[in-house]
């Protein structure tokens, strides 16, 4: 958290450029649809999966829009994004009658920056854009829960850096010329396994979409 604070700190002090290099900043949140493919059974990659369910987690960011045109401009995005999975068990009586669900879910907390270029297309009422760059994650901590646990899980188990691309589209309002109001989806990918310590574990990522609801200042 602290580097998230130091690096959100160079951020908004070379903001203070006030329009000359940035066109806009804006505050993101919203929510990770995700899934994961995880297997820790010994001696391959195809048995069955411990966590084969898509979940939802939480996102949150910030994003820099620069090198502004009428067509194109380039982004920054600095978030915390929460990707997983997750399983569901039957809970059974002694006499295998079955009594409920136990829902269990497992977290990768991921600090992530992107540079995307954005193709855009201004309406009269509001401006349409796709945009696609890279991305790089770093594990901030990975956790697991259920109705009756919530266990952090050590990151030395897991791959501490990931890089992938990120491909996106996204609506913008402008009120009084100064302030935005945005939605985005984006589609996150990873290049390479979450872990890969076989023959005990294997994780890789499948896909993440992120929806996004963003608020925002325009410098100039």
Excluded at 3 to 22: P, W
Excluded at 87 to 96: F, I, K, P, Y
Aim: hydrophobic share 35%; glycine share 6%.
């Amino acid at each position: 958290m602290k580097k998230l604070l130091t690096i959100l700190a160079i951020l908004l002090s070379v903001v203070e450029i006030k329009g000359q290099f940035f066109e806009s900043i804006n505050q993101v949140s919203g929510v990770a649809f995700t899934k994961i493919y995880y297997n820790n059974y010994p001696n391959t990659q195809n048995g069955p999966l411990i966590y084969p369910q898509p979940t939802m987690g939480l996102t949150s960011g910030f994003n820099v829009s620069y090198l502004n045109h009428k067509y194109w401009n380039l982004n920054s995005q600095i978030m915390i994004l929460q990707i997983g999975g997750q399983s569901q068990s039957e809970l059974l009586d002694n006499n295998n009658n079955n009594v409920g669900t136990l829902t269990s879910d497992f977290y990768f907390n991921y600090l992530t920056f992107n540079t995307t270029f954005q193709i855009k297309y201004p309406f009269e009422f509001m401006c349409t854009s796709i945009k696609i760059g890279p991305r790089i994650d770093y594990l901030l901590w990975s956790t697991t829960s259920s109705a009756t646990q919530y266990t952090s899980i050590p990151v030395s188990s897991f791959n501490n850096f990931n890089y992938g691309l990120d491909l996106g589209i996204a609506l913008s309002k402008t009120f009084n010329e100064k302030f935005i109001l945005s939605f985005e989806s984006t589609y996150n990918m990873q290049f390479y396994n979450m872990a890969n310590y076989q023959p005990y574990l294997y994780v890789k990522s499948l896909r993440s979409i992120s929806v996004l609801i963003g608020f925002g200042y325009k410098f100039k």
